[in-house]
Each structure stands twice: as C-alpha cells, then as structure tokens.
C-alpha cells in the first residue's frame, strides 16, 4: 500500500520499544537520541506525500482505503493490519517536533518539526483518533508553540524594541528608552544566543509549513471538538492571536463562516477563521469561548504584544499594527453581527478593559478611542446608553489616563450620528443617547479637573467639538454659552451634572434625569462659564493655558461668544505671556481668528494689539512669528492701486489694518517701526513694492501708504522724489490732512532730506518756519516739523549742522520768550489767556531748546519756572527736606491752569536736561511738586521728568529716588501705574539700585487696591527684576518682617531714614494689615530656590529668634507682635524644601507614563526626600530646637501669648518628625510630652473630620473638578487579565450606608436650637454595629425650669456635667429599652459590697524623670 511505504521513511520498526516508552514517560517533554543504526531522513518531500495520503482519511467526502475483501478500511485498522504501531508514530513524530525547538535549529529541522506537527493534528481529526489514544496535552500545547519556536524571533524582537519610540509624539521630552519588566529582560538574555542565519528562501519554506500546520489546526477544530480541554482551546486562541499581525494583508479580510480552508492564503485570514471556529459551543460553552477569545483580540486591539506569562509590551504604531488592529476590530463586529445577544455582554467588557487598559500615549490613546466608537456601533440603543453610563462613571476615575481617554471617546462618538431612542428604551437611559450629554457632561463637566492635563484636554475638545459636522454637538456648545439654555443635569448632585463622590452604581441607576431651566441662581450660567474660561487662560499650567487659548478662539470664531473688545483681548494679552508655547499659540489663535473674521474691526484692533508688540519680544522664535505673521498680514498684500479691488478681501484687510494703526493703533507706531528694520536687513522692500505704495499716496488708502512710506524712506535710495514733494505742497496749503498722515511726511522729507538739492530744502525749511511760527499746528506736528527741521540742516560739519540749529531753533525759542513774557509778566496777561496757545509755546520752547542749548538764557527759565510757581504758597513748618524748593517762593502763586503747569514741568525737564546746574536748582522743587501737589497732570510729568534726568545725571537724582518711590503709594492709579513702570526701567538699566527703602515699596505694590497694578509689578518683579539678580528675594526677606511691622529696635534692620508721611503711606502694621503682609510673605517664598528655603529658615533662628533668647529684643507688645509673625511664616507650607513637599503632589498633574517610569521616579522622589530630610533634621536639631526651647521656657516665665503660636509651629513641624520627638527635645522631656499629646489630639481631629466627611449625606467631592470613584476600581483593573476577562467591579463593599444612617439619627435627636449654637454635643462615629450616639441633653417637656446642672436629664445613656462643656463616651454596647424597662431604676443591694474606686496609673513627667535620674 502507498500509505504503507509512505511511512517506511520514518523506520517506526526499527525504533525499540524501551525509547518509545521514554518518550511517552516524559510525557514528550523531552527524546532521547535514536540508535546510530537508525538514520531517520529529514526530508520535507516525504513529509507531504505521507500527509497527502493521510489527509483523505479525515475528510467525510473521501473514499476510505478498500480492504482484500472489497470493503472499506480505516486508517487505524490499516495501521494494525500492517503493524504499524500508533504508539511509536506519535512518540517519532515528537521527535520531530522537539528537534525544531531549539533556537540553533537548522532550516530542515523547523521544516520537518511544522510538518511533523501537522501530521500530528491531522491524525487527531482522523475519526477513532481518542480510541487510540492519539490526543495528549502537552504533545498538543507543543506543536502549536512549533510555530512561534521555528520561526525567527528576530522579526519579532524587531518590532519589540521598537516599541513606544514614537510615543514621545505628544509633546513630552523624550526619554531613553528602559526595558523594565521582565518578559524584556528575558528577551534581552535570549538574544544573547547566536541564531541561525536564514535566507528569504528559507524563510517562505518555513512560512509554507506554518500555514500547513494552521491548515491542519483549523481542519481538526471543524471536527475534533476541545470542550474537554479548556487549556488547549486557550492555548490555540493565544496563538490565533499572534497570528493576526504576522504578515501584512493586502486589501480587506473576509470573516464568512463559509470559507473553504484550502482557498484561504494570508496568515491573518487563517487565524481569524480559527478564532471564529474556537467561538463554537463545539470547543466549550459559548461564553467561556467567547471571553477567552475576545480576552486576547483585546491586546490586537490596543497594540500590545501578551506572551504567555509577564506583562503585555506596546507596539509599535506602524502601519502593519494598525492594519492588525483593524482587522481585529472588523473581526469583533462579525461575531456580533452573527451570534447577536450572546456576544453583547463580552462586548461591553472588551470596551471596558480596552478603557482600563489604555495606556497614556495620545497616539495610542486617539486609536483606542476610535476602536471603541466603532464596535460601538455594533450595540443597540438600550445597551449603547448603557454603556456610555458607565463611560460616565469611568470618566471620574482617579486616575488621570482613564479621564484622558474618556474625553478621546467623548470625541469619537460626536463624530458617529446622534443616535434616536426606540420605544422600548428605559426613560432614564434616553439622556445617554444625546451628543448634549456627552458635550455637556463628558467633555465640559471637566473643565474644572484636579488635573492639569485633563482640565486642557477637555478644552481642546470643547474647541474640536465647534469643527465638528455634528450640529447637535456645536448646538450643545451654543447652549453652554447662551444666557438663556436649558441644562440636563443630574437631579440631586452637585455641579457639572456629575455623581456624589459615595454613590454606589445602584444608586446611580436610580437617579432620574429631569431637564431644568438654568437661571442666574442655576449652576453653570454663562457669566460663571465665561469667567471660569477665562481663568484657564491664565491657569498656572502652560498646557491648560494653550488650550484654553484654543477653546477661546474657537468660541469667537463661530460666535458662539461675542466678539467684544473684553473676550477678545484675552486672546492678545496671551501673546505676552512668559511661557513660549503659549505666546506662539496666541499668535496663531489671533491668526486663524483674523481668517475667520478679517471684516470685524474689533477683531483687527486684537490682532494688532497682539502681533505688533511680539515683534519686540525677549524670544528670538516669537520674533519670528510675528514678523511672519505681519509679512503675510500687510507687507506681502501691497499692490498698486490700478489693480485695488474692494472684493479682495486680503488687500482690503491689509489697508484697513493700516488705517488702524494711523488712527486707533497709533501707540503701537514703535513696535511696527521694529519690524522695518528687521525687513531692511533682509532687502524686502523692491522697487515695486516702493512704487506699489506711492501709488496710493494720493487715493483712499493716502493714510496708510504714507505711514508705510515713513518706516521704510530710510532704507530706500531711491524714491519718485516728485510726487513726495508735491504731496508736501498739498500739505502745506490744505489743512484738512490729518495729524498722523502730516506726521508721516514729515519723516518722509526728513528721510529724503539729503537727496534734494539745496534750493529746495531751504524752501521746505522756510515753509517749517511759517508753519512753526503759527502755533496753530498740533503738539504732534510740531515735534515732527522740529526733528525734520534739524534732519535737513544736518551737514558734514558739525559746526555748520549747529549754526543752522541756533539760526532756526534759535529763533522759536525767541518767539516763545517773547509770547511768554507778554502772558507771565503783564498784570493784564493772564486775564485773557489763551490756555491752547501758551501749551503750544511751551511745547516749542522744549523741543527746540534741546538743540540750541546756548540760546536759553535765564530769562526763559524763570519765565517756565513761574508758570510752575505752586498754588500753595506757604511751607509746612520745620520741613527740612523742602529747604532746597525756596528759589520757587519768590513768586506768587500760579493761577495758571494744570495743562499749562503740566506742559511747563516737561519743558523745564528738557531744560534741565541741558543745563547740569539748572537740574541741581530744580530737582527740590521737583520733589516738592511731588509731595504738595494735588494735580495728577504736573505729578504724573514730574516722576516722568525726575526718571529722565536719572538717566542722565544718575548720581544727583539718586538721593531723590526716595520721593520718586513714595508715588507707588499716590492716590491716583495712573501715577502708581507709570511710577512702577518707570523704576522697573531704571532697575533693569541699573541706573537705580536696591537701596534704602526701595524695595519694600516696591514689593508692597503686590498688595495694591487695583489689581491690575498688583499683577503688573509681580510681572516685573518676576519676569524682569528676579532673572537679573536672583538673590534679591532672599537679601531682603527678613528686613520685610521688621519693615512692615515697623518695628525699629533692631540694631541692622529697618535702619534706612523716612519721613513720617513715607512712614504712614508704606505702613503694614497690625492686625488689620495680616493677611496682606503674608501674601507678600507667600509671594517671595514661592519663588526661592529650595537651597534660599533652607538657609533663610537659619537665618530666621539666628537674626530673630536668638535675639529675643539673648535679651537684644525685647519681648514688648511690637516685639510679640514680630515673633508672632516669624512663627506664622515658619508654618507657612511655601517655607519647606520643594523636595519634601512637592513630590507627592506631583504626580496628578502630568499624564502618566510608563508604570515601571513612575515607579522609577517615586523611588527616586523618596530617595531624594530621603537625603534632604536627613540634612534638615540635623541642621533642626543643632540649630533651632536650643532656640525654641529657651524660647519657650522665657514665654512662660512671662506668660506670653506668643507661646501659642510657638507650639502651634512645633506641633506642625513634628509631624515629619513623628516618632523622633523624643529624641529632639530630650533636653525638656515636659516639652516632648506636650507635643506627643499635641500631636495625638490633632491626629485624633483629622481622623474625626474625615470621617465626617465620608459620612456626608450630600455634596460631591468632585464638583469642583476633583476626580472621584465611580463604580469601577482601577485598582482591580490589573487583576482581571490574569484572573478572567469580566466586568471590572468596585474594590469592595461600602458602609457608607450604615454611618450615614447613624449620624443622621443622631443629628435628628438634637433639636436645631443645640446644633446652632455655640457649644455643639460631639458625636463620635465608629465603626462599631452596636453604636450609640450620645444624645443632646435637652430639657424634656413638662421637665423643672431651675434644674441644677449636675442633674441628670430624661433617659440618657451618659452623663453629661455641662451641656456643651464635656462628654463621656462608654465603649459598653447599650441599647435603646422602651417600655417598663426603660423606667427601671437599677441600684446595688445593701447587701453587696460598695465597689472600690478604680485606681488610675497616672505619673508626672516630672516624676518619671526623678526616678530615672534615680535608677541612673
């Protein structure tokens, strides 16, 4: 028979019996060699032809071998016919099998361990195959771990180590990669072995024989059920599931139950036929099969690669992944599509884990969310809503990663259609449905997360939600943001529609929805909403801020906002911002939004107000994009006026920006000046730009070309000088050209200047003149018309350059001394004064005195001086300081008007700032302005004048920057505005230095009434001040305690001179003025490092504690009060080291990574903390605690207050120190005994307000944002892929109930007229069954008015000796008696002895300490 001699190659007769017993007995585990005489052919060819003839016998369509009698045989009779012994068939054929697993295996033996376990498979479908005993597990579980064994690990490792390289993709610094759990390290170490090199041939012959034997599996499972044999059914699923990503399909896979097995050709199309097989009742019970196969599609899913033991490892997001991740999904829903009901609930538990397991990875985490919206899609509507229920209680996890994915989820489903409830859907569950519920609940109701990341992700969502086709989700967001909405919400909760932080998935079940009309009263109306959006764009993490800024822009850019002057400048402000990424956000923001609406002018003013100022920002790459922004904006839309077309909408915005900034805009005129210079350098302006821009010099858009014009003159050589001039013609003759369009001429013909001729500038020059000697020109003008005039006299000489200055400027100053003289010194002159013309004169006498210094004689000194004569004409008597202000005393008092004498301070400034002794005369007078005058116009330009001349005559202003300084205390907010300003200049310049009191004034702006100012000077002192001399926080800090205390008996601090009305005006004492000297407190303590933490705590001991110890302070009322406030700042939580408390607290702001990189970083937290506690416990030790004990016993002694607040700073510094208390104060033994019992009580206190609070009926912990538990524990996540693929339940049973319960039988036992008062009964919680509250003692009804107090009152459990004062807590378990036992007075017989009172261990510390003393 062919059969017969097909098996004659594996020489079964020759093996002996006693090795093929072995082999059975180690239970093919491992084979002994075979006798040398026996030389078994590894041969492929005789592989396929022994299975060719053995294949027809597991078929039912094919003959079966005809016996020497005509009738049918099988294959097992022929086998015992010819005496072939199955024994030895299979014990060979393992051999075989085990020969291919090593890893050094040649090419043939994989070859012929695939086809040899083929063979085996193919003989176990044969019928008769479990008579003869063919079936064993462990030979089974082999051949399908052959294919994983001959195929090269390399191609697979491959893919391993490239896994999560790319996972830095969402903006996290990149990391070096760690393989940290074991199944790498295992990896790693069987690399170690040197493989066998392997051809492509090679590889497509050991490829042909893996999909033999998956042929061969699938043709057994089709008719050899494994319902008995759960671990191989498992195990068969496992490698199906591998198969699934082993090669790329070309095209799209087919899931139909009635494929043939001989047609299909991929590898993938074979593994998901067996996957559907193994979900057969055939192979088990239908859910079993079900859950174990979707258990391992579920690592398909989410890109991870399981092997059989340790933790599963990411993959890499190649595009063959995703195809495999696809094609699982595609698999999912066929098995839905086909068995219906029964495949629901695994469904529903595959999302779940696909939630739970998610990693944080936005990649992973966008895929993840869009595999679920899709198998989603396969539920109905009942079990849809239902799920998305539990979306909704999972989106309150603790754990940031799953909040995260709920909101990727939140926004796959928004882009599904909105989904119509049937008829037979519970009414509860019709909310669910909605795209309203998940914009409002899921994506807004996490605006307000503990999380940072999260609170940006739910803003970048609400943003993504406005692009969306979906209009019920952009109608949803509309209705956030109207004035009148109506919000679903849940009856009963707290804020953002979200679940009490205790309620129980059965409760939450029972929760009906109910749709309310949201009033002012109402949470989330749209003055809270809009200002909690607000508040994000200033969010102190940089990540929620740009989302914010995203959210924000998309809001106006759809109008769902209103685009007003306040909303919009949130987006320009931003671009300000001291994080980068959010200065280049908000430039982009203002970008897309002025694409969005380039007609609104509010939306121009915005986009100027933000990208101009950018262009001088400290950041080289916000440079860059404002430049760019404006090329694109303005620069690159200049074209000639012949081809204008008011339906352009890019050249119509570039020219209505312009005009803005000639008319709206013109205060941004020095930030747009910035940009032509850049532009210069890089040779932007063309020739036909320039001409483009001259041809609109006399159209519509005249306003805009010239200011264009003006900036870019100067770096042009040559213009079309000819319509320039006559433009200036046109200037000259007609006044109708507006202010800032004649200024820009001006700077064009001063530009121009030296290309013309002669004749025609002193033609140009002349009409100046005239022009100047009119004073009916704006002050605008005629500062341009002055600096132009000296750009045209400029000359090589510097001589000659002068003598045109004194001819010309000379002969204004003249004309202005003439005007003045005839005003000031006629008795009749002020009487029809003329206030316009005289500001005019003085305005010209300024500028052009600053370029004829020589031609100002004393004369007009005097002449401004008495303009600026004060209307107070008498001196506060004894003031020393104003003694250098009497030369003013000479004149009358002005009866001049405040913008004259405003306009006469600047003139005079300019004079000073030419004439060194005029500034040493004048700076008194200066200061006396400052201090006596109460018109903010002459204040405000005298700080301005007094900073200028700083600048100039640094050392003689210096003794005066006291006065200057003293304006940050000014009643008006403009002068405390522009005076913080001004020495923020001054510091950066250093032409000012931290001296005297100027440090204090400045940092007590932080606590001004107007908190714009106080943001603006943390601004400075932060952004500006702190980053050129970091050191200055901590120099300071001490003298800030004496200085705003005002206390001065210190012998070095707070020694610098002031007046008494300096003294008053900076003044922080008292009680009153607490809150606000700790904001400052706070505010530098934020901002040391932790080493300026560290030393300052020993400087606090040695300058100010010792102090006090030594005698060189005394303890007095202003001396308390300053020890007080040390204890108070050394309590502070800024004080400690960031090291110690701002590691815990770290690790919910930032999604989480890797869990074996967090554990990482916990180990080196803890280590770190570790280190630095030890550091600060010795420094304690030595340093504070002899303090702090002599201080102690000095406060008793005169029984201060203060001790108070010292143990108040004990008992919160120990409690790091718990167990060492002892150890610290083993020199007063009274004062670690107190601190124990301190420590206890307060310990006792916490554990007694957190059990009120998990007690608490009402309110949800995570309305404010803080995320809470729901139903699901992510904590049990991890355990259930290795004990069972089910529903992810709660960690364990609440007694949440049973306190509730008892707290509120408790309360309602006290009348309301107890609980409200003063003195409250405590109730103690426990978690005792047998509990007894302690009842309010209340005077029953009908009871004596005139009890006494000691008298018991009614039926009481205990006694009370002073309602309010104390209670007595019995641990005896007592019940409630009514009836007749509840009167039944029961006493001790006569007869029985009194008992003995219980003797109390109690012992003095003080004595215990003698009596070691004693024993010692």
């Not at 006693?18 to 093919?28: L, N, P």
């Not at 909605?434 to 999260?454: C, Q, W």
């Not at 919009?568 to 671009?575: D, I, N, Q």
């Not at 320039?724 to 369009?741: C, E, F, P, Q, Y």
Request: hydrophobic letters at 40%; charged letters at 25%.
């Amino acid at each position: 028979m062919e059969l017969i001699r097909a098996l004659d190659f594996l020489k079964l007769k020759d093996v002996s019996g006693g090795w093929v017993d072995a082999v059975w007995d180690f239970e093919f585990t491992e084979t002994e060699p075979l006798d040398a005489a026996i030389v078994i052919k590894n041969g492929s060819k005789e592989f396929k032809t022994l299975y060719s003839h053995l294949l027809p016998y597991m078929t039912d369509t094919e003959v079966s071998t005809l016996g020497t009698d005509g009738t049918s045989q099988s294959v097992w009779t022929v086998f015992g016919d010819n005496g072939v012994s199955v024994k030895s068939l299979v014990a060979v054929l393992s051999y075989f099998v085990l020969g291919g697993k090593s890893k050094t295996a040649s090419v043939q033996q994989r070859i012929s361990a695939l086809q040899a376990s083929s063979l085996y498979l193919l003989l176990l479908g044969i019928p008769g195959s479990v008579v003869n005993k063919m079936f064993h597990q462990i030979l089974f579980d082999t051949c399908l771990n052959t294919v994983s064994n001959c195929w090269p690990q390399s191609l697979v490792k491959k893919r391993k180590k490239d896994t999560l390289k790319s996972s830095q993709a969402d903006g996290k610094r990149s990391k070096p990669h760690r393989k940290d759990n074991d199944e790498m390290e295992v990896d790693e170490n069987e690399e170690q072995e040197e493989e066998v090199h392997l051809s492509p041939q090679d590889l497509m012959k050991i490829r042909e024989g893996v999909v033999l034997l998956v042929k061969s599996l699938l043709r057994l499972l089709l008719k050899f059920p494994l319902k008995d044999e759960p671990q191989s059914a498992d195990n068969c699923v496992q490698m199906f599931a591998k198969l699934t990503n082993f090669e790329p399909v070309i095209g799209e896979l087919t899931f139909g139950a009635g494929q043939d097995i001989d047609d299909m050709r991929t590898m993938p199309e074979l593994a998901y036929y067996g996957l559907w097989l193994l979900c057969s009742s055939n192979h088990g019970d239908e859910k079993v099969s079900l859950g174990r196969v979707f258990h391992r599609v579920l690592y398909v899913i989410l890109m991870m690669s399981k092997g059989e033991s340790g933790k599963p490892s990411l993959m890499m997001a190649t595009q063959a992944v995703l195809a495999a991740r696809d094609q699982a999904i595609g698999f999912v829903s066929h098995v839905v599509d086909e068995l219906k009901e029964p495949a629901l609930p695994f469904l529903r538990i595959l999302l779940q884990h696909i939630s739970f397991r998610m990693v944080d990875k936005t990649d992973y985490r966008t895929h993840g969310a869009q595999a679920v919206a899709k198998l989603l899609a396969k539920m109905p509507c009942g079990d849809y809503a239902s799920f998305i229920k539990w979306l909704f209680d999972y989106s309150r996890q603790s754990k940031v990663a799953y909040r995260m994915f709920a909101l990727d989820v939140s926004m796959a489903l928004l882009e599904q259609p909105e989904r119509e409830a049937n008829e037979n859907l519970d009414a509860e569950l019709v909310s669910f449905l909605s795209h309203r519920f998940l914009v409002h609940n899921m994506v807004f109701g996490r605006r307000s997360d503990a999380s940072p990341t999260v609170r940006g992700h739910a803003l970048t969502c609400l943003a993504q939600c406005l692009e969306l086709p979906s209009m019920n989700a952009t109608r949803s967001i509309k209705e956030l943001f109207s004035t009148t909405s109506a919000q679903t919400v849940l009856e009963g909760n707290g804020s953002d529609g979200t679940l009490n932080s205790q309620t129980t998935q059965k409760t939450f079940k029972t929760l009906p929805f109910k749709t309310i009309e949201i009033t002012n009263n109402d949470h989330a109306s749209f003055e809270d909403t809009m200002a909690l959006l607000k508040r994000r764009v200033s969010d102190p993490k940089t990540n929620v801020r740009k989302c914010a800024l995203q959210a924000m822009m998309g809001l106006l850019k759809h109008n769902v906002i209103m685009l007003s002057e306040e909303n919009l400048a949130v987006l320009s402000e931003r671009t300000r911002d001291p994080a980068l990424s959010v200065k280049k956000k908000a430039l982009q923001c203002l970008m897309d939004l002025l694409a969005a609406h380039p007609e609104n002018s509010l939306v121009q003013k915005a986009w100027l107000r933000g990208v101009v100022p950018a262009v001088v920002d400290a950041e080289s790459s916000v440079q860059e994009k404002a430049l760019e922004c404006l090329e694109q904006t303005i620069l690159s839309q200049v074209k000639s006026h012949g081809s204008y077309s008011y339906r352009d909408a890019q050249q119509t915005l570039t020219w209505d920006l312009l005009g803005l900034l000639c008319d709206h805009c013109q205060d941004l005129g020095r930030y747009f000046s910035r940009a032509f210079t850049v532009w210069s350098k890089q040779n932007k302006f063309t020739a036909a730009f320039i001409n483009n821009l001259i041809s609109h010099t006399e159209a519509e858009h005249a306003a805009g070309a010239w200011l264009l014009l003006s900036k870019v003159a100067s770096s042009c050589p040559r213009l079309d000088y000819g319509k320039i001039l006559d433009a200036w013609d046109d200037l000259v003759r007609s006044k109708n050209v507006t202010v800032t369009t004649s200024c820009h001429i001006l700077c064009v013909i001063g530009d121009i200047g030296e290309h013309l001729n002669e004749d025609t500038k002193s033609r140009i020059v002349e009409d100046i003149i005239t022009w100047l000697k009119s004073f009916d020109m704006p002050l605008e003008v005629i500062s341009a018309s002055v600096e132009t005039l000296c750009r045209l006299g400029k000359a090589e000489a510097v001589s000659d350059t002068q003598t045109f200055l004194n001819q010309h400027c000379g002969e204004l100053v003249s004309v202005c001394e003439a005007y003045l003289s005839g005003v000031i010194l006629n008795e009749n002159g002020a009487q029809n004064l003329n206030e316009d013309l005289v500001v005019k004169h003085l305005y010209t006498l300024g500028v052009a005195s600053l370029h004829c210094p020589s031609k100002v004689g004393k004369r007009i000194v005097l002449l401004v001086q008495s303009v600026l004569t004060s209307s107070v004409e008498q001196q506060s008597e004894g003031s020393e300081e104003l003694a250098g202000s009497k030369p003013l005393s000479q004149f009358k008092a002005s009866s001049m008007p405040s913008s004259v004498r405003a306009h006469a301070v600047i003139t005079l400034g300019k004079l000073c700032l030419q004439h060194e002794e005029l500034t040493r005369k004048y700076l008194p007078a200066f200061a006396r302005e400052l201090e006596l005058c109460s018109e903010l116009s002459v204040r405000s330009n005298v700080v301005v004048v007094m900073c200028d001349l700083c600048v100039r005559y640094t050392n003689m202003v210096d003794r005066y920057v006291p006065n200057v300084s003293a304006c940050l205390r000014d009643k008006e907010p403009l002068i405390r505005k522009q005076t913080l300003t001004m020495l923020t200049n001054l510091l950066q310049e250093e032409f000012v230095k931290w001296k005297g009191s100027l440090f204090f004034r400045f940092i007590a702006v932080l606590v001004d009434s107007d908190p714009t100012i106080a943001s603006l000077c943390e601004y400075c002192l932060v952004h500006l001040l702190l980053k050129k001399n970091p050191v200055m926080f901590s120099q300071h800090f001490i003298e800030c305690i004496f200085h705003f205390n005002s206390y001065e008996k210190h012998k070095t601090y707070n020694k610098f001179p002031q007046t008494a009305s300096e003294k008053a005006k900076f003044s922080l004492k008292g009680a009153q003025n607490k809150e606000r000297r700790f904001t400052i407190y706070r505010f530098l303590l934020v901002h040391f490092t932790d080493a300026q933490r560290f030393n300052i705590t020993i400087k606090i001991s040695q300058n100010i504690l010792a102090c006090f110890v030594d005698g060189e302070l005394p303890l007095d009322g202003d001396g308390a009060a300053v020890l007080a406030e040390t204890f108070g700042i050394l309590s502070l939580k800024e004080i400690k080291l960031s090291a110690l408390s701002g590691a815990a607290g770290a690790g919910g702001d930032e999604p989480q990574e890797d869990e074996q990189m967090a554990m990482a970083k916990a180990v080196m937290q803890v280590a770190q903390k570790k280190v630095v506690s030890q550091v600060q416990k010795k420094v304690f030790i030595e340093s504070m605690i002899p303090i702090i004990i002599n201080l102690k016993s000095m406060l008793e002694q005169k029984r201060s207050p203060v001790l108070k607040d010292l143990m108040g700073y004990l008992q919160l510094t120990m409690q790091d120190y718990r167990s060492e208390v002892k150890e610290f104060f083993a020199a007063d033994e009274q004062l670690a005994v107190e601190l124990e019992y301190n420590l206890k009580m307060y310990e006792k206190e916490q554990e007694m307000e957190a059990q009120m609070v998990h007690c608490s009926l009402g309110g949800d912990a995570a309305s404010g944002g803080t995320p809470i538990l729901g139903s699901p524990a992510p904590a049990s996540a991890h355990r259930l892929l290795q004990t069972g693929f089910a529903t992810p339940q709660p960690v364990g049973p609440s007694h949440r109930g049973l306190l509730t319960q008892r707290l509120a039988q408790s309360d309602r036992r006290q009348p309301a007229k107890q609980r409200s008062g003063p003195h409250r009964s405590w109730v103690m919680v426990t978690g005792d069954r047998n509990f007894t509250p302690l009842d309010g003692s209340v005077k029953p009804k009908g009871g004596v008015c005139d009890r006494a107090i000691s008298t018991p009152q009614g039926n009481i459990n205990e006694v009370t000796f002073g309602e309010g004062v104390s209670a007595i807590f019995s641990d005896r378990r007592t019940g409630s008696k009514t009836g007749e036992e509840g009167r039944v007075l029961q006493l001790i017989s006569p007869d029985q002895q009194t008992p003995v009172p219980r003797q109390w261990n109690v012992q003095s510390p003080l004595n215990q300490k003698r009596t070691r003393q004693i024993h010692q």
